[in-house]
């Protein structure tokens, strides 16, 4: 049987994006199978899928906000900024600062910003991974990026631990693509005077998908065995959900269909073309109003 659509998946701690198109290439049978955004193995949560047609979009996919719950722990610095990195640094916490000052720290980091990506990240210099760079042991300037923080706000208690000499506290951040959040954790300990780092995180929503409508390779597998799988395939449409959307007419969808320019009654570069719900076509920008056929789906 042949599959199109996107699956919101709720990947485990402990394995890659690939592991988990990997596994899915062998639960469904079809080698059509991309993923919408990259986690790291520990952060666990919404992993966009894409399946055979719908790997199309699957490029607009990553470029959506993404939504994080997780936990700062200050008190000590490790070299991955998570919890699985060899310790580097330690700053015991003796004096906690205070739940207001937590939170004006926090506040500063909202808007744009400008992050330096962490030496163990995917991020290439001169045509190698930073990671490569860090695991030789080998240092290199990294370039630095700008990104959007919507929303950065702590969700629990200041969990002080004076025997350990740490702090810890819950974080939720809506951020755009391109965030690391590791790094996020170990710029607002330094802004509070700590070494710290990225105790745990979870993905709660990306590419307008949702934990709600996840489910995990073992469910998935259920579901196929069961011919239910239709209960967790999402329509294509999903996968442009953060396209500015435009209803085509009848001749519009003629035109495009044979690859024709067309003029639509919008401004964004980028655009999602539908009739009667039906996704036909992503179209970009050409000159004003004209727009030609990028990736024509019907």
Same mark, same amino acid.
């Given at each position: 049987?042949?599959? !199109?659509?996107? $699956? ?10 690939? *592991? =988990? ?5 062998? /639960? ?9 955004? #990259? ?9 966009? /899928? ?17 939504? +994080?719950?997780? &936990? @700062? ?13 060899? /310790?580097?640094?330690? #700053? ?10 937590? *939170?004006? %720290? ?13 030496? +163990?990240?995917? @991020?290439?210099? !001169? ?5 490569? +760079? ?5 240092? =290199?300037?990294?370039?630095?990026? &700008? ?13 002080? *631990?004076?025997?350990?000499?740490? $702090?810890?506290?819950?974080?939720? =951040? ?34 307008g998908l949702t934990l709600a409508q996840a489910v995990t390779l073992?469910?998935?597998?259920? $579901?196929? %065995?069961?011919?239910? $799988?239709?209960? %967790?395939?999402?329509? /294509? ?15 519009? @969808? ?22 009667? !719900? ?5 179209? &970009? ?14």
């Amino acid at each position: 049987m042949t599959y !199109n659509g996107i $699956l919101a998946i709720d990947k485990a701690a402990g394995m890659t994006s690939h *592991d =988990v198109v990997f596994k899915l290439r062998k /639960i469904l049978q079809t080698k059509k199978i991309g993923h919408g955004g #990259t986690l790291d193995p520990d952060v666990t949560g919404v992993l966009p /899928i894409a399946i055979g047609k719908a790997t199309r979009v699957v490029e607009y996919m990553t470029e959506a906000g993404k939504v +994080y719950e997780g &936990q @700062v722990t200050l008190g000590f610095a490790t070299e991955t900024e998570d919890a699985s990195g060899k /310790i580097v640094a330690r #700053t015991p916490v003796v004096t906690p600062p205070t739940e207001a000052e937590v *939170d004006a %720290a926090m506040a500063q980091f909202v808007g744009d910003i400008t992050q330096i990506p962490p030496m +163990y990240s995917a @991020v290439k210099v !001169n045509g190698r991974k930073l990671y490569d +760079y860090a695991r030789a042991g080998e240092t =290199v300037e990294r370039p630095k990026r &700008q990104v959007t923080i919507t929303a950065f706000e702590r969700t629990s208690d200041l969990i002080f *631990d004076p025997a350990q000499g740490l $702090l810890r506290f819950d974080f939720r =951040v809506a951020c755009s693509k391109g965030t690391y959040v590791r790094t996020l954790a170990v710029d607002l300990g330094e802004k509070l005077g700590y070494a710290s780092h990225m105790s745990s995180l979870r993905r709660t929503a990306s590419a307008g998908l949702t934990l709600a409508q996840a489910v995990t390779l073992s469910d998935l597998a259920q $579901l196929k %065995a069961e011919d239910r $799988l239709d209960e %967790a395939l999402l329509p /294509i449409e999903y996968g442009v959900a953060d396209l500015a959307r435009v209803d085509l007419t009848p001749e519009q @969808v003629k035109e495009i269909s044979f690859g024709r320019f067309v003029t639509l009654a919008t401004d964004a570069a980028i655009v999602a073309g539908f009739q009667a !719900n039906q996704l036909v076509a992503i179209l &970009q920008q050409r000159d004003g109003k004209l727009y030609k056929p990028k990736k024509v789906m019907i």
